[in-house]
């Protein structure tokens, strides 16, 4: 007898000593250890945690958030559309009900610091007003001065008369001054004259309008008169909101309180109130669209969707494991006593799992649903060899003996295989993917440790009562007889050539979009932000040593093709401010101490007309004065605009009757409403105080400026940040700026990359580690070769399968390979272990052949089980699992034994034969 032989026959001996106590003792170590597992189990959604913090752009990122602070904000989204009708154009929604709907939802928001750290949804815009002039040039301040100056006239006469009457006749001196500012031959009008015509033009549209009853609250014709400048900015970019350049969208940001100890998705206390309080708001505002987006609640939407996942395929995986293994057994009893040591090795795994690693993240929370499948097929080949043992010799210590002799070398090389496919990961820089493979790894060898103990002890209990050996019913071998090995091995060569036929198809997608539940809300609004406004949640950090050097890099930056918008402490801090507020304050003296406007008086009609008489006489006399010109096409031009000018006038003056009084009255007071509003920011801008990063209301004064001085430029991206081709060229974009980026950007972009790498290394030192074990397990290099036989072929068609199926590879499922790799070697060391004890190659004379179908199943269905996932990547992992698991035990059991044949089949019956 060798070595190992009298080996497991002591251990076996030692075991029928003592079943009760070392099932006690287990069971009992297993209902201390799920306690103690569970009130230390966390799981995690720190994403930052999943990389080393040695991979040099994942360290400038850490000490990035170090310096900058927390900026990942939740963003809550209110859409200026009504949704769609079918066959109708979405109809736009009064900006100001956003406003009003933003400050409800903000103040509700400040009420709760508990909750929500921060909350900016609008910016004091008063000290930017002050200073509006100061960020524009010198050149630029002298030009709006002048064309303030050629307008003084109009304004001083509009000052005592804002209504209709006043403008009229203020346009009519104006006009009359226009023929000595253009006495030249070939120019029709100067600067001046085209921005009173296009003002005129738009005054007495709107006039019209309110002449024929229409209400105007807004006018717009003044934007022609005032010079295009920070002086001609709307209501909407004054009063502080954040408001995308389209109007389409406006923004609250919000940084939560994040329990990263406590609380699974970080953010689900501060999330769960603020989406129940945004769909009552939506209730009531059905017209105004409300999403919830950022990359916090991404996170956290994924990290839900996997967690929900990961328990339903666990259960799943475990009922599913359960329904094979009393299939095959035909009975209840001894398969229970399987799913009560799997039972045993996945608590003693949970607690390993709480001591090796912290916490659980997106990516280790899953070694539960692998384990099940996993874990039971060292229990399948113990049963089913401590079964056929029992059936021959009627004693069940003689047949545990056999069966660990025979069974538990072969469940040692599987187990120590899966486990070094595991193993493999903690070698890469990629910490989520290394935690993992530790814990996965570790529980496979734990469920072997349960296999070895408790189930040996169970078997002997149930089987040695007083009442003897309870029946046993043979298995059925699998009916599956090779009578011509190489004709089998020609039809699998030449189904592997037609199954090929697609392979070019197959793509490495690492689009991580595609890996999130189909139908959440945070990515169908984190799209459309990307879509309606140069802004995401995703963006890129250039750092600037001083404020000069920041708009430096500002202005390179936005020159970029691929940058939708750049945000930079340059930005809110002009430069040059001491000579420009000299300059303004001398200039723009006059407009210091503006005097109030008069409100209008009712519209008399006779004034009224007579207002509009003289203005046709003016516009008459330029028309005559045009006729003078050489220049044909100014000629023609200049008349156009004053023939559409006369015919404005004569509609105004014939459509306003008496019963039009009120709304051409309301249009006065609107009118004279706007023009005041920009006098007033025109006089406080005469004085300007300056401006500092200092002076900067939170969160403008943190968002720029680090703890260490440093400035921060942000770099928003202008394309799909989901499309990793399209991401990829931003960031080599911006890295020709500053090649030290930082930013999620980056993280997402650089850590694609190192995930596929990861993956690739840990496939790498797998096969290195499961070829070197067979090698040392079978002491034989051409059966070690032979045993990796059906891997290799199960994994070519696994891609096969891929390619007919629509798969990819992507961030998720590309780990199935290492972990097949481990597994995918156990059915062939299982039969050439059994070869080797008796030479047996036909699979229907021996119960392995049944025991590696039924653990390959048990490891399909508990694989299988993530399909139902939600989450994308997920589901794609459990499929591609599920698959190469079928596929390797496809291989198992005809290549195999085909190959067996060919190399062995004159010698079946010597173990000790070597290869023909």
């Given at each position: 007898?060798?070595?190992?032989?009298?080996?497991?026959?002591?251990?076996?001996?030692?075991?029928?000593?003592?079943p009760?106590?070392?099932?006690?003792?287990?069971?009992?170590?297993?209902?201390?250890?799920?306690?103690?597992?569970?009130?230390?189990?966390?799981?995690?959604?720190?994403?930052?945690a999943?990389?080393d913090?040695?991979?040099?752009?994942?360290?400038?990122?850490?000490e990035?958030?170090e310096?900058?602070?927390?900026?990942?904000?939740?963003y809550?989204?209110?859409?200026?559309?009504?949704?769609?009708v079918?066959?109708?154009?979405?109809?736009?929604?009064?900006?100001?009900?956003?406003?009003s709907?933003?400050?409800?939802?903000g103040?509700?928001l400040?009420?709760?610091p508990?909750?929500?750290?921060?909350?900016?949804?609008?910016?004091?815009?008063e000290?930017?007003?002050?200073?509006?002039?100061?960020?524009?040039?010198e050149?630029?301040i002298l030009?709006?001065?002048?064309s303030l100056?050629?307008?003084?006239?109009m304004?001083?006469?509009?000052?005592?008369?804002?209504g209709?009457?006043?403008?009229?006749?203020?346009?009519?001196?104006?006009?009359q001054?226009?023929?000595?500012?253009?006495?030249?031959?070939?120019?029709?009008?100067?600067?001046?004259?085209?921005?009173l015509?296009k003002?005129?033009?738009?005054y007495?549209?709107?006039?019209?309008?309110?002449a024929v009853?229409?209400?105007?609250?807004?006018?717009?014709?003044?934007?022609?008169?005032?010079?295009?400048?920070?002086?001609?900015?709307?209501?909407?970019?004054?009063?502080?909101?954040?408001?995308?350049?389209?109007?389409?969208?406006?923004?609250?940001?919000?940084?939560?309180?994040?329990?990263?100890?406590?609380?699974?998705?970080?953010i689900?206390?501060?999330l769960?109130?603020?989406?129940?309080f945004?769909?009552?708001?939506?209730?009531r505002?059905?017209?105004?669209?409300?999403?919830v987006?950022?990359?916090?609640?991404?996170?956290?939407?994924?990290?839900?969707?996997t967690?929900?996942?990961?328990?339903?395929?666990?259960?799943?995986?475990?009922?599913?494991?359960?329904?094979?293994?009393?299939?095959?057994?035909?009975?209840?009893?001894?398969?229970l006593?399987?799913?009560?040591?799997?039972?045993?090795?996945?608590?003693?795994?949970?607690?390993?799992?709480?001591?090796?690693?912290?916490?659980?993240?997106?990516?280790?929370m899953?070694?539960?649903a692998?384990?099940?499948?996993?874990?039971?097929?060292?229990?399948v080949?113990?049963?089913?060899?401590?079964?056929?043992?029992?059936v021959?010799?009627?004693?069940?210590?003689?047949?545990l003996?056999?069966?660990?002799?025979?069974?538990?070398?072969?469940?040692?090389?599987?187990?120590?295989?899966s486990?070094?496919?595991?193993?493999?990961?903690l070698?890469?820089?990629?910490?989520?993917?290394?935690?993992?493979?530790l814990?996965?790894?570790t529980?496979?060898?734990?469920?072997?440790?349960?296999?070895?103990?408790?189930?040996?002890?169970?078997?002997?209990?149930?089987?040695?009562?007083?009442?003897?050996?309870?029946?046993?019913?043979?298995?059925?071998?699998?009916?599956?007889?090779?009578?011509?090995?190489?004709?089998?091995?020609?039809?699998?060569?030449?189904a592997?050539?037609?199954?090929?036929?697609?392979?070019d198809?197959?793509?490495?997608?690492?689009?991580?979009?595609?890996?999130?539940?189909?139908?959440?809300?945070?990515?169908?609004?984190?799209?459309?932000?990307?879509?309606?406004?140069?802004?995401?949640?995703?963006?890129?950090?250039?750092?600037?040593?001083?404020?000069?050097?920041a708009?430096?890099?500002a202005?390179?930056?936005?020159?970029?093709?691929?940058?939708?918008?750049?945000?930079?402490?340059s930005?809110?801090?002009p430069?040059?401010?001491?000579?420009?507020?000299?300059?303004?304050?001398?200039?723009?003296?006059?407009?210091?101490?503006l005097?109030?406007?008069?409100?209008?008086?009712?519209?008399?009609?006779?004034?009224?007309?007579?207002?509009?008489?003289?203005?046709?006489?003016?516009?008459?006399?330029?028309?005559?004065?045009?006729?003078?010109?050489?220049?044909?096409?100014?000629?023609?031009?200049a008349?156009e605009?004053?023939?559409?000018?006369?015919?404005?006038?004569?509609?105004?003056?014939?459509?306003?009757?008496?019963a039009?009084?009120?709304?051409?009255?309301?249009?006065?007071?609107?009118?004279?409403?706007?023009?005041?509003?920009?006098?007033?920011l025109?006089?406080?801008?005469?004085?300007?105080?300056?401006?500092?990063?200092?002076?900067?209301?939170?969160?403008?004064?943190?968002?720029?400026?680090?703890?260490?001085?440093?400035?921060?430029v942000?770099?928003?991206?202008?394309?799909?940040?989901?499309?990793?081709?399209?991401?990829?060229?931003?960031v080599?974009?911006?890295?020709?700026?500053?090649?030290?980026?930082v930013?999620?950007?980056v993280?997402?972009?650089?850590?694609?990359?190192?995930?596929?790498?990861?993956?690739?290394?840990?496939?790498?030192?797998?096969?290195?580690a499961?070829?070197?074990?067979?090698?040392?397990?079978?002491?034989?290099?051409p059966?070690?070769?032979?045993?990796?036989?059906?891997?290799?072929?199960?994994?070519?068609?696994?891609?096969?399968?891929?390619?007919?199926?629509?798969?990819?590879?992507?961030l998720?499922n590309?780990?199935?390979?290492?972990i097949?790799?481990?597994?995918?070697v156990?059915?062939?060391?299982h039969?050439?272990?059994?070869?080797g004890?008796c030479?047996?190659?036909?699979?229907?004379?021996?119960?392995?052949?049944?025991?590696?179908?039924?653990?390959?199943?048990?490891?399909?269905?508990?694989?299988?089980?993530?399909t139902?996932?939600?989450?994308?990547?997920?589901?794609?992992?459990?499929?591609?699992?599920?698959?190469?698991?079928?596929?390797?035990?496809?291989?198992?059991?005809?290549?195999?034994?085909?190959?067996?044949?060919?190399?062995?089949?004159r010698?079946a019956?010597?173990?000790?034969?070597q290869?023909?």
């Amino acid at each position: 007898m060798r070595k190992r032989d009298r080996i497991f026959h002591s251990y076996a001996e030692w075991v029928a000593r003592r079943p009760r106590a070392i099932v006690f003792g287990c069971i009992l170590s297993a209902l201390i250890c799920l306690p103690i597992a569970l009130s230390r189990f966390r799981i995690t959604a720190d994403q930052d945690a999943l990389l080393d913090d040695r991979v040099p752009y994942h360290k400038r990122y850490l000490e990035y958030l170090e310096d900058f602070g927390d900026q990942e904000y939740i963003y809550i989204v209110l859409e200026n559309l009504e949704p769609a009708v079918p066959g109708q154009e979405p109809q736009s929604v009064d900006l100001s009900r956003l406003k009003s709907l933003a400050d409800t939802i903000g103040a509700f928001l400040q009420a709760r610091p508990e909750l929500y750290e921060q909350v900016v949804f609008k910016v004091d815009p008063e000290i930017f007003l002050s200073n509006a002039l100061l960020f524009l040039s010198e050149e630029q301040i002298l030009e709006i001065e002048a064309s303030l100056a050629e307008l003084d006239p109009m304004l001083e006469n509009l000052g005592g008369d804002p209504g209709p009457v006043g403008v009229l006749r203020a346009m009519a001196r104006e006009l009359q001054r226009l023929p000595d500012q253009a006495q030249s031959s070939t120019t029709p009008d100067s600067e001046r004259g085209e921005r009173l015509f296009k003002f005129l033009t738009g005054y007495l549209d709107e006039l019209a309008r309110a002449a024929v009853g229409e209400t105007i609250s807004e006018p717009q014709a003044l934007k022609e008169l005032f010079p295009r400048s920070e002086l001609d900015e709307t209501e909407d970019d004054r009063d502080g909101y954040f408001v995308a350049e389209n109007k389409e969208l406006l923004f609250l940001l919000v940084l939560p309180v994040k329990d990263y100890d406590g609380d699974m998705a970080v953010i689900t206390e501060p999330l769960n109130e603020l989406r129940a309080f945004t769909e009552e708001l939506q209730q009531r505002h059905p017209d105004i669209p409300i999403g919830v987006t950022g990359r916090p609640v991404l996170q956290a939407d994924e990290m839900w969707t996997t967690d929900a996942d990961t328990r339903k395929a666990g259960l799943l995986s475990f009922l599913g494991v359960a329904l094979i293994t009393f299939v095959i057994f035909g009975n209840f009893g001894r398969p229970l006593l399987m799913l009560l040591s799997l039972a045993v090795g996945l608590s003693w795994s949970f607690l390993a799992a709480t001591l090796l690693v912290n916490a659980l993240n997106l990516l280790s929370m899953v070694f539960a649903a692998v384990l099940v499948g996993l874990g039971i097929d060292f229990a399948v080949h113990i049963v089913v060899r401590y079964q056929e043992a029992l059936v021959q010799t009627g004693q069940p210590v003689a047949a545990l003996k056999r069966s660990l002799t025979t069974s538990a070398v072969g469940n040692l090389t599987g187990a120590v295989s899966s486990a070094l496919g595991f193993y493999g990961t903690l070698f890469t820089n990629f910490s989520g993917l290394g935690e993992l493979g530790l814990v996965a790894g570790t529980g496979v060898l734990l469920c072997l440790l349960s296999s070895l103990t408790v189930l040996p002890a169970l078997l002997l209990v149930y089987d040695g009562g007083k009442g003897g050996v309870r029946a046993v019913k043979p298995l059925r071998n699998i009916p599956i007889r090779i009578r011509r090995p190489g004709l089998v091995l020609i039809a699998a060569c030449l189904a592997s050539v037609a199954l090929a036929y697609p392979l070019d198809r197959l793509r490495y997608d690492s689009n991580i979009l595609k890996l999130q539940a189909k139908g959440l809300d945070s990515v169908e609004w984190e799209r459309r932000i990307l879509e309606d406004s140069k802004r995401s949640s995703w963006y890129s950090v250039v750092y600037a040593e001083s404020l000069q050097r920041a708009r430096i890099l500002a202005d390179s930056l936005a020159a970029l093709s691929t940058v939708g918008k750049v945000e930079s402490p340059s930005d809110f801090v002009p430069d040059n401010q001491v000579a420009k507020i000299e300059l303004v304050r001398r200039l723009f003296k006059p407009y210091s101490n503006l005097p109030e406007l008069a409100q209008p008086a009712p519209v008399a009609l006779d004034a009224f007309e007579a207002a509009a008489e003289e203005l046709l006489e003016e516009l008459d006399g330029l028309q005559a004065l045009t006729m003078e010109w050489t220049d044909l096409e100014a000629r023609a031009q200049a008349l156009e605009a004053i023939t559409e000018l006369i015919v404005k006038v004569e509609v105004v003056w014939e459509g306003a009757p008496d019963a039009r009084q009120t709304t051409l009255d309301l249009y006065a007071r609107s009118f004279r409403d706007a023009l005041a509003e920009r006098l007033e920011l025109l006089e406080k801008s005469s004085v300007p105080t300056g401006l500092s990063l200092e002076l900067l209301p939170p969160p403008l004064d943190t968002r720029f400026v680090g703890k260490s001085g440093r400035y921060g430029v942000i770099v928003y991206p202008d394309v799909d940040v989901w499309n990793p081709e399209s991401l990829a060229v931003h960031v080599a974009q911006v890295r020709t700026v500053d090649p030290l980026i930082v930013g999620v950007t980056v993280q997402i972009h650089e850590s694609t990359e190192l995930i596929r790498e990861a993956f690739l290394e840990a496939l790498g030192y797998a096969l290195i580690a499961v070829t070197l074990l067979l090698w040392i397990d079978l002491r034989s290099l051409p059966k070690a070769l032979l045993a990796l036989i059906p891997l290799a072929v199960g994994i070519f068609w696994l891609l096969c399968a891929m390619a007919w199926l629509g798969y990819n590879f992507n961030l998720a499922n590309f780990f199935a390979v290492p972990i097949l790799v481990g597994i995918g070697v156990d059915g062939g060391v299982h039969l050439i272990h059994r070869f080797g004890e008796c030479g047996e190659i036909d699979l229907t004379r021996s119960s392995t052949g049944t025991s590696v179908l039924a653990a390959a199943l048990t490891t399909v269905f508990g694989f299988g089980s993530l399909t139902i996932a939600s989450h994308e990547g997920l589901s794609s992992l459990g499929a591609l699992l599920g698959i190469g698991a079928f596929t390797c035990l496809l291989a198992a059991l005809f290549v195999l034994p085909t190959l067996l044949h060919l190399f062995y089949g004159r010698r079946a019956g010597d173990p000790t034969a070597q290869p023909s």
